[in-house]
């Protein structure tokens, strides 16, 4: 029978004590060599070891009293109270009905995946078997009383929900699903799966139940189900997904729920929506609209919408700065002493061969090669010469690689980080250059419509070893805005 307190004060009266082991003023767990609070009686029914006094290997939750807080047995410290499981007689934490925690997340498991028939279904038993097998039980038992893992793995069990990925992944309850997931994954229940997929998914159910009103979020899920996720989930089996990749996917659902706003902002809907729609839709903010064209295609593919066209533009790219500017920065670069020598011999691979910073530091000191009259740089095919000035900037790096000290004073890179084997980080060096106003992005887009003008764009994305599509396009869109242009410089 608990005793009514009638205050506060009568209740710390009885259990507010100094806690002997840890000193702080908390309810008393325990009464041993002093009263314990709870946080110090829970360490000492999880402390094992060989008992200095007695020799014996057990729970060691006692103190000897010579206060030199050396942990000993039950026994050796006088504990009157036992903690030996009625069970199974392990001796350690015990919990209700005097069982430890390992009987007593058995009973919780089993009575969770009963499949019906008493006994645990089959594909679950490696789950259960992983998680009695952990080593930190109290935080295995610790989920079951604070979240829906349980219910969702009942309903695993019991065969009520089936027990794949698909299925977790429409839950509206996403948290509880990927914890599960992750469980299973984890316990090699379900095969593993991609991680930015999972995220993808997570964020689709999220995004579709915040859609209004329920006929747009029915149509975005069906294109987000049968052509994102489909494309996804075929291109994760072949290589994990890159965050881009799935980045670019939210960009679509998201323009297609846009798209179907615009439209009835317009008082109109996919079904009738008319050329003239779709070339006022395009007509402004083309680059963040175009996401959208994955849903038009797939909407009149799948007979969603009239079949209808929009003319392809190229995206802008950051305005690129004047010719005369780039020169300017360039002779800066050059002359300037008191810019770094990295930021000056950066800047210029950007302002000269349109390198991204991202690829800049990936140089290694191999990807310089130095003979008696010339430097040549391995950017690209053929190796490309570094005119004068850059190339004696170039024997002064190298000099000063070779003279330096420090964790990575060994390393190859031609632009080494502060991180052992790691090289500069690329947005550290475009912070450096920005603080020397170098523009990095328009920099490079004025580098590329010069280079552009002196040979064709394939010529050119070679020389500069532009292999990946994206850069290949900016070049080629730089190229061809640059075309329209009469000859002569316009900058000015
Ligand atoms: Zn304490
Ligand atoms: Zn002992
Ligand atoms: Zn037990």
């Given at each position: 029978?608990?005793p009514?307190?009638?205050?506060?004060?009568?209740?710390?009266?009885?259990?507010?004590?100094?806690?002997?082991?840890?000193?702080?003023?908390?309810a008393?767990?325990?009464?041993?060599?002093?009263?314990?609070?709870?946080?110090?009686?829970?360490?000492?029914?999880?402390?094992?070891?060989?008992?200095?006094?007695?020799?014996?290997?057990?729970?060691?939750?006692?103190?000897?009293?010579?206060?030199?807080?050396?942990?000993?047995?039950?026994?050796?410290?006088?504990i009157?109270?036992?903690?030996?499981?009625?069970?199974?007689?392990?001796?350690?934490?015990?919990?209700?009905?005097?069982?430890?925690?390992?009987?007593t997340?058995?009973?919780?498991?089993?009575?969770?995946?009963?499949d019906?028939?008493?006994?645990?279904?089959?594909?679950?038993?490696?789950?259960?078997?992983?998680?009695?097998?952990?080593?930190?039980?109290?935080?295995?038992?610790?989920?079951?009383?604070?979240?829906?893992?349980?219910?969702?793995?009942?309903?695993?069990?019991?065969?009520?929900?089936?027990?794949?990925?698909?299925?977790?992944?429409?839950?509206?309850?996403?948290?509880?699903?990927?914890?599960?997931?992750?469980?299973?994954?984890?316990?090699?229940?379900?095969?593993?799966?991609?991680?930015?997929?999972?995220?993808?998914?997570?964020?689709?159910?999220?995004?579709?139940?915040?859609?209004?009103p329920?006929?747009?979020?029915?149509l975005?899920?069906?294109?987000?189900?049968?052509?994102?996720?489909?494309?996804?989930?075929?291109?994760?089996?072949?290589?994990?997904?890159?965050?881009?990749?799935?980045?670019?996917?939210?960009?679509r659902?998201?323009?297609?729920?846009?798209?179907l706003?615009?439209?009835?902002?317009?008082?109109?809907?996919?079904?009738?929506?008319?050329?003239?729609?779709?070339?006022?839709?395009?007509?402004?903010?083309?680059?963040?609209?175009?996401?959208?064209?994955?849903?038009?295609?797939?909407?009149?593919?799948?007979?969603?919408?009239?079949?209808l066209?929009?003319?392809?533009?190229?995206?802008?790219?950051?305005?690129?700065i004047?010719?005369?500017?780039?020169?300017?920065?360039?002779?800066?670069?050059?002359?300037?002493?008191?810019?770094?020598?990295?930021e000056?011999?950066?800047?210029?691979?950007?302002?000269?061969?349109?390198?991204?910073?991202?690829?800049?530091?990936q140089?290694?000191?191999?990807?310089?090669?130095?003979?008696d009259?010339?430097?040549?740089?391995?950017?690209?095919?053929?190796?490309?010469?570094?005119?004068?000035?850059?190339?004696?900037?170039?024997?002064?790096?190298?000099?000063?690689?070779?003279?330096?000290?420090?964790?990575?004073?060994?390393?190859?890179?031609?632009?080494?980080?502060?991180?052992?084997?790691?090289?500069?980080?690329?947005?550290?060096?475009g912070?450096?250059?920005?603080?020397?106003?170098?523009?990095?992005?328009?920099?490079?887009?004025?580098?590329?419509?010069?280079?552009?003008?002196?040979?064709?764009?394939?010529?050119?994305?070679?020389?500069?070893?532009?292999?990946?599509?994206?850069t290949?396009?900016?070049?080629?869109?730089?190229?061809?805005?640059?075309?329209?242009?009469?000859?002569?410089?316009?900058?000015?």
């Amino acid at each position: 029978m608990s005793p009514a307190y009638s205050t506060r004060e009568q209740f710390e009266r009885w259990h507010i004590r100094d806690c002997v082991r840890c000193g702080r003023r908390a309810a008393k767990a325990a009464n041993w060599e002093g009263p314990i609070c709870r946080t110090c009686f829970d360490h000492a029914v999880h402390t094992w070891g060989d008992c200095p006094d007695c020799g014996m290997h057990r729970l060691l939750p006692g103190r000897r009293s010579s206060g030199d807080e050396v942990a000993i047995c039950r026994d050796c410290a006088a504990i009157t109270r036992d903690f030996f499981c009625d069970r199974c007689g392990f001796e350690g934490c015990l919990l209700a009905g005097r069982f430890c925690e390992r009987c007593t997340l058995a009973d919780k498991l089993n009575r969770t995946l009963d499949d019906g028939t008493g006994k645990t279904r089959p594909e679950l038993v490696p789950l259960r078997d992983g998680i009695l097998g952990s080593q930190n039980l109290k935080r295995q038992l610790a989920w079951f009383g604070q979240s829906r893992v349980p219910e969702v793995l009942a309903a695993l069990a019991r065969g009520d929900l089936p027990l794949t990925h698909k299925a977790l992944a429409a839950l509206p309850d996403w948290r509880t699903a990927s914890s599960v997931r992750e469980l299973l994954m984890h316990h090699g229940v379900l095969p593993r799966m991609d991680r930015q997929l999972m995220l993808f998914e997570r964020w689709l159910a999220q995004r579709l139940a915040d859609l209004e009103p329920p006929e747009h979020a029915q149509l975005v899920h069906r294109f987000a189900t049968w052509n994102e996720l489909r494309r996804l989930r075929r291109k994760a089996e072949n290589e994990p997904l890159r965050p881009t990749t799935t980045n670019e996917a939210r960009q679509r659902v998201n323009r297609a729920a846009d798209f179907l706003t615009w439209l009835a902002d317009h008082n109109t809907g996919l079904q009738h929506c008319t050329q003239a729609d779709l070339d006022a839709w395009h007509s402004k903010h083309y680059a963040t609209r175009r996401p959208a064209q994955a849903f038009l295609r797939w909407a009149m593919r799948s007979g969603h919408m009239p079949k209808l066209t929009w003319t392809w533009k190229p995206t802008t790219n950051p305005a690129p700065i004047a010719q005369h500017q780039r020169l300017a920065l360039i002779r800066r670069l050059v002359t300037d002493q008191t810019i770094p020598l990295r930021e000056r011999i950066a800047g210029l691979l950007v302002l000269l061969y349109a390198q991204p910073l991202s690829r800049v530091v990936q140089m290694t000191i191999h990807d310089v090669i130095t003979s008696d009259n010339e430097v040549l740089l391995r950017i690209g095919d053929p190796l490309t010469p570094a005119p004068g000035p850059l190339a004696d900037l170039l024997h002064e790096l190298l000099a000063d690689r070779a003279a330096a000290s420090g964790p990575n004073s060994d390393s190859d890179w031609l632009f080494p980080g502060r991180r052992a084997g790691q090289p500069l980080q690329h947005r550290s060096l475009g912070e450096a250059l920005h603080r020397h106003g170098i523009p990095v992005q328009s920099g490079r887009t004025s580098a590329l419509r010069q280079l552009v003008l002196q040979a064709p764009a394939p010529v050119v994305a070679r020389m500069l070893g532009f292999h990946d599509k994206h850069t290949t396009r900016v070049l080629i869109e730089a190229g061809g805005s640059w075309n329209r242009y009469a000859p002569g410089d316009h900058d000015r």
